[in-house]
């Protein structure tokens, strides 16, 4: 009985959450009939299910509102704003009634006297509404009659309105997916008791089971108009009833007629999966059948051979399995084997199991990363493909595994049209919401944690952000607002942007209040940029209200959600423009079990990076004009690319020595060893992590810089827990632990957030060198002997190191396998006239990858020595074929490649098309 009851909650849930929606929709479509036909029928469905469980509340509740829906239906009243507010209040009745089923197994008491009066009124024609909490009773407005055999009058415009482009139908495959699995499960539970109760016609739970069944069958089949399975699965439903009462007792005739029913119901189902639609099966003599025994009078049983002959019907299907290689049962089949049914291509898995399943993946992946390193020292050839099958395989089984846990955001999105409804109209505005993306995957354990910000910015921009209509009309916009929810995919992370047309953030007014709170003084909040003005709305406790307000107003929500979306692994950017409204961006991480990092070494210790995080890697090296570090307001910086970056040392914050042990930080400068990654001014060449925290970035200045893996992700022992600078740990292949490290708490920690805020951005900082006006960013390569070359950053879209081995040729050039798809690489040596040709000596080859017109390519250099910002005066001196000429970098002759010449050269007719990508297929 519990699985049942846990089966009901789970359906009843998912009904009220599409009537939430379904209704929003139908106040804007009050004509829809399909819309109002679904709404009937789940109301219908939970009355059904209600009266089954003898949960009475439910079932007056779901009966009054299906009752004026059925008015509605019929034609005999129109909808309006009333009927939807009135109906809603009833879905929140009926949702807070579930919730206290799941929680105590038992219906709660309550009165809903009042809420069933006014639908019955509204159902009648009489002007009624009803309060809902946390909102005054909109205005009421009389139900329109609907005038026969005439278009029913368009009712007034609503307060607030919420649309989604996808009709109201876009997701019905999947639920006749479920429909159709569900059904064939129960079909198969059927024919056993049917079975099971000729043997023992007595067994009271037995037939209470059939009879759930069957009514499960009739109330699914009448929410998708399946309107034949309906009947005749009452009509079966009808005849259980006397028998598990008492009143008759099950015979023969009886089982071979349900067992013949369920026959037809079956191929009635296989038909439905095959079109879509209902078949034209008639159902009226078994129906017939099934009423003349339900009123006790003797039918004869139908031929034995008749029920045994459905049997046979799936061998066929059966024979190809039996020879996959192609043997004699193939051949004997005669036909292409049927696809298989919904209950054979799903399976109803638990969470838990699935959460099992991921950790045990985790631990796989901790497994092949220790094995690994094993091949790649190890002589003997069958061990090293070994491995390499089994890293295949163990990625493979990851990405499938993750794929279970992945749910689209339209989970969460569901709920807003009714938000954006209620909130609207409680603040007297019209909304327009429209989602975008609906279908766009994230792993569900952050789906939970960022639906509660998600909601609370939602509310902000309905409550703060958009304006009242008579406000947007003087102001020359629509009445109703425009709220755009949107989610997309770029590179690996889920981004959803959340947009107004509303007013936009006075940032005067935020400054002032940043004063007179206590944030800031004057002469910094005169200081701030817009961009570092915007960022004060994150701080605790500050709000630019004048009034609270029970939507918002305290100062405690967007700190709070800033908080959860960086403990996701994400980051939060908010722009606006005066006048024409707001948007915030979130960056999301597509699960939080398995991550990319950077290692990083730093006083002996092996430290992780969440790519999520990386922009760069910078080598400084003081030798060189103008790279050195230097002091701005107190903090350590270096120029890179013209601008300064602040700069974090990895040892100094955390507090480390060569052995690990913690030791005071200096607290003077000059105290500190020179290139022992902790001084400001070192004279060696430093290693620095350009990092990106909130909308600021900084450099984080280690030892050394190992590789990059993929890592699982452990909780800290309850000794790290309070230590900010560390988000997690990892297992190293070598069965080490590695800590994570936490980037905005470490820019916290050190700082370097605070001066960010504190201070005019670094850009606008006094000049420690005149930038030359010809200056330009440059990666540097060597190819060969002394031959110095240069590429424009700019061209250069990733730096790549390839195993020699990996390296495949096709249509007689060299290509590589690359993200997703096939890279052909250019040998740069082959096309620079007088460059010496390289020689493949080593494991790996430095690949520069750069994009003509959204295609990869991969230029093969020699070596890559450094990225610079110098100037460049190119002095086209040397004539060479594949150079634009030389300039002097760094006092050093160098060649700047002429990257269209050589895409030109590497194949003439169309650059462009040199190789197209498409995705590999098996």
Same mark, same amino acid.
Request: hydrophobic residues 40%; aromatic residues 4%; glycine residues 8%.
């Given at each position: 009985?519990?699985?049942?009851?846990?089966?009901?909650?789970?359906?009843?849930?998912?009904?009220?959450?599409?009537?939430?929606?379904?209704?929003?929709?139908?106040?804007?479509?009050?004509?829809?009939?399909?819309?109002?036909?679904?709404?009937?029928?789940?109301?219908?469905?939970?009355?059904?299910?209600?009266?089954?469980?003898?949960?009475?509340?439910?079932?007056?509740?779901?009966?009054?509102?299906?009752?004026?829906?059925?008015?509605?239906?019929?034609?005999?009243?129109?909808?309006?704003?009333?009927? &939807?507010?009135?109906?809603?209040?009833?879905?929140?009745?009926?949702?807070?009634?579930?919730?206290?089923?799941?929680?105590?197994?038992?219906?709660?008491? *309550?009165?809903?006297?009042?809420?069933?009066?006014?639908?019955?009124?509204?159902?009648?024609?009489?002007?009624?509404?009803?309060?809902?909490?946390?909102?005054?009773?909109?205005?009421?407005?009389?139900?329109?009659?609907?005038?026969?055999?005439?278009?029913?009058?368009?009712?007034?415009?609503?307060?607030?309105?919420?649309?989604?482009?996808?009709?109201?139908?876009?997701?019905?495959?999947?639920?006749?997916?479920?429909?159709?699995?569900?059904?064939?499960?129960?079909?198969?539970?059927?024919?056993?008791?049917?079975?099971?109760?000729?043997?023992?016609?007595?067994?009271?739970?037995?037939?209470?089971?059939?009879?759930?069944?069957?009514?499960?069958?009739? *109330?699914?089949?009448?929410?998708?108009?399946?309107?034949?399975?309906?009947?005749?699965?009452?009509?079966?439903?009808?005849?259980?009833?006397?028998?598990?009462?008492?009143?008759?007792?099950?015979?023969?005739?009886?089982?071979?007629?349900?067992?013949?029913?369920?026959?037809?119901?079956?191929?009635?189902?296989?038909?439905?999966?095959?079109?879509?639609?209902?078949?034209?099966?008639?159902?009226?003599?078994?129906?017939?059948?099934?009423?003349?025994?339900?009123?006790?009078?003797?039918?004869?049983?139908?031929?034995?051979?008749?029920?045994?002959?459905? =049997?046979?019907?799936?061998?066929?299907?059966?024979?190809?399995?039996?020879?996959?290689?192609?043997?004699?049962?193939?051949?004997?089949? *005669?036909?292409?084997?049927?696809?298989?049914?919904?209950?054979?291509?799903?399976?109803?898995?638990?969470?838990?199991?699935?959460?099992?399943?991921?950790?045990?993946?985790?631990?796989?992946?901790?497994?092949?990363?220790?094995?690994?390193?094993?091949?790649?020292?190890?002589?003997?050839?069958?061990?090293?493909?070994?491995?390499?099958?089994?890293?295949?395989?163990?990625?493979?089984?990851?990405?499938?595994?993750?794929?279970?846990?992945?749910?689209?955001?339209?989970?969460?999105?569901?709920?807003?049209?009714?938000?954006?409804?209620?909130?609207?109209?409680?603040?007297?505005?019209?909304?327009?919401?429209?989602?975008?993306?609906?279908?766009?995957?994230?792993?569900?354990?952050?789906?939970?944690?960022?639906?509660?910000?998600?909601?609370?910015?939602?509310?902000?921009?309905?409550?703060?952000?958009?304006?009242?209509?008579?406000?947007?009309?003087?102001?020359?916009?629509?009445?109703?607002?425009?709220?755009?929810?949107?989610?997309?995919?770029?590179?690996?992370?889920?981004?959803?942007?959340?947009?107004?047309?509303?007013?936009?953030?006075?940032?005067?007014?935020?400054?002032?209040?940043?004063?007179?709170?206590?944030?800031?003084?004057?002469?910094?909040?005169?200081?701030?940029?817009?961009?570092?003005?915007?960022?004060?709305?994150?701080?605790?406790?500050?709000?630019?209200?004048?009034?609270?307000?029970?939507?918002?107003?305290?100062?405690?929500?967007?700190?709070?959600?800033?908080?959860?979306?960086?403990?996701?692994?994400?980051?939060?950017?908010?722009?606006?423009?005066?006048?024409?409204?707001?948007?915030?961006?979130?960056?999301?991480?597509?699960?939080?079990?398995?991550?990319?990092?950077?290692?990083?070494?730093?006083?002996?210790?092996?430290?992780?990076?969440?790519?999520?995080?990386?922009?760069?890697?910078?080598?400084?090296?003081?030798?060189?004009?103008?790279?050195?570090?230097?002091?701005?307001?107190?903090?350590?910086?270096?120029?890179?690319?013209?601008?300064?970056?602040?700069?974090?040392?990895?040892?100094?914050?955390?507090?480390?020595?060569?052995?690990?042990?913690?030791?005071?930080?200096?607290?003077?400068?000059?105290?500190?060893?020179?290139?022992?990654?902790?001084?400001?001014?070192?004279?060696?060449?430093?290693?620095?992590?350009?990092?990106?925290?909130?909308?600021?970035?900084?450099?984080?200045?280690?030892?050394?810089?190992?590789?990059?893996?993929?890592?699982?992700?452990?909780?800290?022992?309850?000794?790290?827990?309070?230590?900010?600078?560390?988000?997690?740990?990892?297992?190293?292949?070598?069965?080490?632990?590695?800590?994570?490290?936490?980037?905005?708490?470490?820019?916290?920690?050190?700082?370097?957030?605070?001066?960010?805020?504190?201070?005019?951005?670094?850009?606008?900082?006094?000049?420690?060198?005149?930038?030359?006006?010809?200056?330009?960013?440059?990666?540097?390569?060597?190819?060969?002997?002394?031959?110095?070359?240069?590429?424009?950053?700019?061209? &250069?879209?990733?730096?790549?190191?390839?195993?020699?081995?990996?390296?495949?040729?096709?249509?007689?050039?060299?290509?590589?396998?690359?993200?997703?798809?096939?890279?052909?690489?250019?040998?740069?040596?082959?096309?620079?006239?007088?460059?010496?040709?390289?020689?493949?000596?080593?494991?790996?080859?430095?690949?520069?990858?750069?994009?003509?017109?959204?295609?990869?390519?991969?230029? =093969?250099? *020699?070596?890559?020595?450094?990225?610079?910002?110098?100037?460049?005066?190119?002095?086209? =001196?040397?004539?060479?074929?594949?150079?634009?000429?030389?300039?002097?970098?760094?006092?050093?002759?160098?060649?700047?490649?002429?990257?269209?010449?050589?895409?030109?050269?590497?194949?003439?007719?169309?650059?462009?098309?040199?190789?197209?990508?498409?995705?590999?297929?098996?």
């Amino acid at each position: 009985m519990e699985e049942i009851l846990k089966d009901f909650l789970v359906e009843a849930g998912e009904n009220l959450d599409r009537l939430d929606q379904d209704l929003v929709r139908l106040e804007q479509s009050p004509g829809d009939q399909k819309i109002i036909g679904n709404v009937f029928r789940a109301l219908h469905t939970i009355k059904g299910s209600s009266g089954f469980f003898a949960f009475k509340r439910l079932e007056k509740v779901a009966h009054a509102g299906e009752s004026l829906l059925g008015k509605i239906r019929d034609g005999r009243l129109t909808l309006n704003a009333d009927m &939807v507010t009135t109906l809603l209040a009833a879905l929140d009745r009926l949702r807070e009634i579930v919730r206290g089923v799941e929680d105590t197994k038992a219906e709660p008491g *309550g009165d809903d006297a009042e809420l069933i009066a006014v639908l019955h009124a509204l159902g009648e024609g009489k002007v009624a509404s009803v309060a809902r909490r946390g909102a005054p009773a909109p205005a009421s407005a009389p139900p329109v009659p609907a005038a026969p055999r005439a278009a029913a009058p368009t009712p007034p415009a609503p307060p607030a309105r919420a649309t989604t482009p996808a009709p109201a139908s876009a997701n019905i495959d999947s639920f006749l997916r479920d429909f159709l699995a569900e059904s064939h499960e129960n079909l198969d539970a059927l024919d056993r008791a049917f079975v099971a109760l000729e043997q023992a016609p007595h067994d009271r739970a037995l037939l209470s089971n059939v009879f759930r069944t069957l009514h499960t069958l009739k *109330g699914s089949s009448g929410f998708f108009g399946f309107w034949r399975l309906e009947k005749v699965a009452h009509a079966a439903e009808s005849l259980l009833g006397k028998l598990r009462s008492g009143e008759l007792l099950l015979n023969e005739a009886m089982t071979a007629t349900l067992l013949g029913t369920v026959d037809g119901v079956r191929e009635s189902l296989k038909h439905i999966e095959q079109t879509g639609q209902e078949s034209g099966k008639d159902f009226s003599a078994p129906i017939e059948i099934l009423k003349q025994l339900a009123e006790g009078k003797a039918v004869a049983a139908p031929a034995a051979e008749k029920r045994v002959a459905p =049997v046979s019907a799936p061998a066929s299907p059966l024979s190809p399995a039996l020879s996959p290689g192609g043997g004699e049962g193939e051949k004997s089949a *005669g036909a292409a084997p049927a696809a298989p049914s919904a209950a054979d291509s799903t399976v109803r898995v638990d969470v838990g199991l699935l959460d099992k399943l991921m950790n045990l993946v985790g631990e796989l992946v901790l497994a092949r990363n220790r094995l690994l390193p094993f091949a790649v020292n190890h002589a003997d050839a069958a061990f090293t493909s070994a491995t390499q099958r089994l890293d295949g395989i163990t990625t493979e089984l990851q990405e499938r595994v993750m794929k279970t846990r992945m749910q689209p955001i339209n989970h969460v999105w569901s709920k807003f049209p009714r938000l954006v409804r209620d909130l609207s109209a409680q603040c007297g505005k019209q909304v327009n919401l429209v989602m975008e993306g609906t279908e766009t995957e994230l792993d569900r354990t952050l789906l939970d944690a960022i639906k509660d910000p998600l909601t609370h910015m939602v509310r902000n921009c309905v409550d703060h952000g958009i304006e009242p209509p008579d406000t947007r009309v003087a102001a020359g916009k629509p009445a109703a607002g425009r709220l755009l929810l949107r989610a997309y995919h770029e590179s690996g992370l889920v981004v959803i942007e959340i947009s107004d047309d509303g007013a936009g953030i006075n940032l005067a007014r935020v400054r002032q209040k940043a004063v007179e709170k206590g944030f800031l003084k004057s002469e910094q909040a005169a200081r701030l940029t817009d961009r570092q003005a915007t960022d004060l709305i994150f701080l605790p406790g500050f709000s630019t209200a004048e009034t609270t307000t029970s939507v918002s107003g305290r100062g405690v929500g967007m700190d709070v959600v800033k908080t959860n979306i960086e403990n996701s692994g994400g980051s939060i950017e908010l722009s606006t423009v005066a006048g024409q409204g707001t948007t915030l961006r979130l960056k999301i991480p597509l699960t939080l079990a398995i991550v990319p990092a950077l290692f990083v070494g730093c006083a002996g210790g092996r430290f992780a990076i969440a790519q999520t995080s990386l922009l760069e890697l910078v080598r400084l090296d003081p030798a060189q004009d103008g790279s050195s570090i230097e002091d701005v307001y107190g903090a350590p910086v270096c120029r890179l690319r013209g601008k300064l970056l602040p700069l974090v040392f990895l040892k100094r914050e955390l507090q480390l020595d060569r052995a690990g042990d913690l030791q005071s930080p200096p607290h003077d400068a000059t105290e500190a060893k020179v290139g022992d990654c902790e001084s400001p001014a070192p004279a060696e060449p430093v290693t620095i992590v350009v990092l990106q925290s909130e909308s600021h970035r900084f450099g984080l200045v280690v030892d050394e810089v190992h590789d990059t893996e993929e890592i699982v992700v452990k909780p800290v022992g309850a000794l790290l827990k309070g230590i900010p600078a560390f988000a997690g740990a990892t297992i190293l292949g070598d069965g080490s632990v590695a800590l994570i490290l936490d980037v905005a708490g470490l820019a916290e920690m050190s700082g370097v957030a605070t001066k960010l805020r504190e201070r005019p951005p670094v850009e606008d900082a006094p000049a420690l060198r005149v930038a030359h006006p010809d200056e330009k960013s440059l990666l540097l390569f060597h190819m060969g002997g002394a031959e110095h070359m240069a590429i424009p950053l700019d061209l &250069v879209t990733r730096l790549e190191k390839f195993p020699r081995t990996s390296i495949e040729r096709s249509g007689g050039r060299e290509v590589v396998q690359y993200d997703g798809g096939v890279m052909p690489l250019v040998r740069v040596a082959d096309f620079v006239e007088g460059c010496p040709a390289t020689v493949d000596s080593a494991d790996t080859l430095d690949v520069v990858v750069h994009h003509a017109k959204q295609q990869p390519v991969g230029f =093969v250099v *020699g070596q890559i020595r450094d990225i610079v910002t110098a100037p460049l005066r190119v002095a086209d =001196v040397t004539r060479q074929r594949g150079l634009l000429g030389s300039a002097v970098v760094n006092n050093q002759i160098t060649g700047v490649l002429d990257v269209p010449a050589i895409l030109k050269a590497a194949r003439p007719e169309d650059t462009p098309k040199l190789m197209p990508i498409t995705p590999i297929k098996n």
